[in-house]
Each structure stands twice: as structure tokens, then as C-alpha cells.
């Protein structure tokens, strides 16, 4: 019996040609016998569905109602991103700002402590 690959690539073929309404195409892969007793069902099943199922198209409304919804879903996104960038750059920003008053104090308190220990060093 060959792989089982072989098998459903010869079902996707039946599916397809049902599909095309093609058939009396032969296969691209060809069954044994015995395969062919084993995926008889499947495919007798397939023509029954076939036959029976309609194709279902949406209405023009719901594609106009989910085009807007998309489209709205789309803004949303975009507008959350712009959001987000912003407050981004204004912490980062304000990070900064924070890091040089905290520099400039640490600059501060650094002379400070210097002038303190010279003059202790002096008096000494």
C-alpha cells in the first residue's frame, strides 16, 4: 500500500475536481484496487455533499458592515499606536530631565562634600 500522502492527495484531487465540475478528469494519482475499496465511501460521501450544499455567498450589507468594521478596527489601531509613541517620547523625556537635575545635584553635593573635607583637612 503506498503512503498514506498518496491517498489524500488523491482525495484533494476528487474534492477539487467536484468543485470545478470536472468530473470526468482522470486523477493525477492513481489508486490499486484496494485503495480504491478504502476511500470509495469518502468519496461517494463527497459527491452526496456536494450535491446537496449550496454555495453560500454573504450578503452586501455585511460586506458594507464589515468593510466599516475593519476599516473603524484599522483607525483604532493607528490611532492607539500614535497614542503610545507619544507617551513613549514624553517619558523618555522626562526621564532625561529627571537624570540631569539628578546630576547637577550629584555635581552640587559632590563639591560640596569636597569644600567640606578640604576645610576639615585645613583646620586639622
Known amino acids: 500500500m503506498r503512503s498514506k500522502k498518496q491517498i489524500v492527495e488523491a482525495l484533494a484531487a476528487h474534492a477539487d475536481s467536484l468543485v470545478a465540475g470536472t468530473t470526468a478528469?482522470?486523477?493525477?494519482?492513481?489508486?490499486?484496487?484496494?485503495e480504491q475499496a478504502q476511500v470509495a465511501p469518502l468519496m461517494q460521501l463527497a459527491v452526496q455533499l456536494h450535491r446537496q450544499m449550496q454555495p453560500v455567498h454573504p450578503?452586501?450589507?455585511?460586506?458594507?458592515s464589515l468593510g466599516r468594521e475593519l476599516v473603524a478596527n484599522a483607525r483604532q489601531q493607528v490611532s492607539f499606536s500614535r497614542r503610545l509613541r507619544r507617551a513613549t517620547l514624553i517619558g523618555a523625556a522626562a526621564v532625561g530631565s529627571l537624570l540631569s537635575i539628578a546630576s547637577v545635584i550629584g555635581a552640587i553635593?559632590?563639591?560640596?562634600?569636597?569644600?567640606?573635607?578640604?576645610?576639615?583637612?585645613?583646620t586639622a
Request: no cysteine; charged share 15%; net charge positive.
Open 109 to 122: 553635593v559632590f563639591v560640596v562634600a569636597r569644600r567640606r573635607t578640604r576645610a576639615q583637612m585645613a
Open 59 to 64: 450578503s452586501a450589507a455585511f460586506v458594507q
Open 25 to 34: 478528469a482522470p486523477p493525477p494519482v492513481v489508486l490499486t484496487a484496494e
